[in-house]
């Protein structure tokens, strides 16, 4: 999953902000998702996903606009769908690619994102505590270890469900 983002302003990780800038990055970019959704433009995308947007109607995606945009985009924006996974307590898990992958592999990067993230985390608890900046630093590494460990659930659950199975 893409964790690029549109502007060179930082944006809270887990903000609306976020989210968007990250979705539209997805999509390649406010021209592409304003060419999707009607009545949009790229100069109005574009400040919704800044981090200063004033919230207004013209700075704000709708849920529906949001569904068509992920629908049009045949499934490489999922940013939405990842943040509304996390603010129900879940993991999104994306489709898999053509042909899937190797169980091996995504096991070793599993385990290397994982080391990576904890390795980030024990740092800044280094002096008893976490500041917003440390979190904020380590919050991607986490993203990264829970992304790569859905693609490994995906992959032995696509071997589960196939008649043959096996790799």
């Known amino acids: 999953m893409s964790r690029a983002s549109i502007g ?11 989210v968007l800038s990250t979705a539209f990055a997805q999509a390649g970019g406010v021209k592409a998702v304003a060419d999707v959704l009607p009545g949009r433009t790229s100069k109005r995308l574009y400040e919704a996903a800044g981090p200063d947007a004033e919230p207004s109607h013209e700075t704000r995606l709708f849920y529906d606009e949001a569904r068509l945009l992920t629908r049009a985009m045949a499934g490489r924006v999922t940013a939405m769908a990842e943040d509304l996974a996390l603010l129900a307590g879940g993991v999104f898990l994306p489709p898999l690619g053509e042909g899937g992958g190797c169980v091996g592999a995504q096991a070793g990067r599993f385990g290397r994102e994982v080391g990576e993230a904890m390795a980030s985390v024990f740092e800044a608890l280094a002096d008893g505590t976490i500041t917003v900046a ?20 995906r992959l032995l659950e ?9 790799q």
């Open 158 to 166: 696509a071997i589960i469900q196939t008649p043959a199975g096996g």
């Open 134 to 153: 440390e979190a904020t630093a380590a919050l991607p590494q986490v993203r990264e270890a829970i992304d790569a460990a859905a693609e490994l659930y």
């Open 8 to 18: 060179y302003k930082p944006r809270r990780p887990g903000s609306l902000e976020d």
